[in-house]
């Protein structure tokens, strides 16, 4: 069936590094949008980054730009955010999600990862 | 930046009556752009409804989506058990990409 499944998630201390993963099965990884989403504990949904079908453009919410890095290898139908300068604020669950996109038809998020978990304390 | 404002914060009802949540952006957009999630806690969201009313795939009619311009509503019909969760709507921005409400909960009364 069409799935993400995510991992690489962990307890690290402020200042680290974190690489997390995102596999995908059930469809062709190399024709759809992929973003990931966060959500810290008790709270909402934030977006962090999306990356192209192509691997081109690339786009990050203010808050981990410079910090973070998405990429994407379709030939192993994997996902990867790149996690630097990890900050408290940055504790999340962190969800893989395919896109779909259509000029002026619609736009949404139809798969969802079960999420992986970032804890960021000293 | 345009910005999602979800209300009420909190729908205290009973299985069987109707649900009727809101979602208020703070400038027009295009009904395109307008999706509403499902989120049952320790779960990842689900799909629910995308261009603010056409049903996901599988998911019940009790579930519908209207609006237009900054003003979208989703209606549960007839609250079922399974349907008491948290509910986000979702805006495509451009940049950001993704914005998203700040979440409805629906609480069993």
């Known amino acids: 069936q069409v799935q993400l499944v995510e991992s690489g998630g962990g307890l690290v201390k402020p200042g680290g590094s974190l690489r997390l993963s995102c596999a995908a099965s059930g469809f062709t990884f190399s024709d759809f949008y992929i973003s990931w989403i966060r959500q810290a504990p008790g709270k909402g949904l934030e977006w962090v980054s999306y990356?192209?079908?192509?691997?081109?453009?690339?786009y990050y919410a203010d808050s981990v730009k410079g910090r973070f890095t998405i990429s994407r290898d379709n030939a192993k139908n994997s996902l990867y955010l790149q996690m630097n300068s990890l900050r408290a604020e940055d504790t999340a669950v962190y969800y893989c999600v395919r896109e779909r996109a259509a000029a002026d038809r619609f736009y949404y998020m139809d798969v969802w990862g079960r999420g992986t978990t970032v804890t960021v304390s000293s | 930046e345009i910005v999602l404002t979800q209300s009420p914060g909190t729908l205290s009802l009973s299985p069987g009556e109707r649900a009727t949540l809101s979602c208020r952006a703070s400038?027009?957009?295009?009904?395109?752009?307008l999706a509403w999630y499902q989120q049952k806690p320790g779960q990842a969201p689900r799909l629910l409804i995308y261009?603010?009313?056409s049903r996901a795939t599988g998911i019940p009619d009790r579930f519908s989506g209207s609006g237009s311009g900054a003003d979208f509503t989703l209606t549960i019909s007839r609250l079922e058990p399974e349907d008491f969760a948290v509910y986000y709507c979702?805006?495509?921005?451009?940049?950001?990409?993704?914005?998203f409400g700040q979440g409805t909960k629906v609480e069993i009364k």
């Open positions: 990356i192209h079908y192509s691997g081109s453009p690339i």
């Open positions: 979702q805006q495509y921005s451009g940049s950001p990409r993704w914005t």
């Open positions: 400038q027009s957009i295009s009904s395109s752009y």
């Open positions: 261009a603010a009313s």
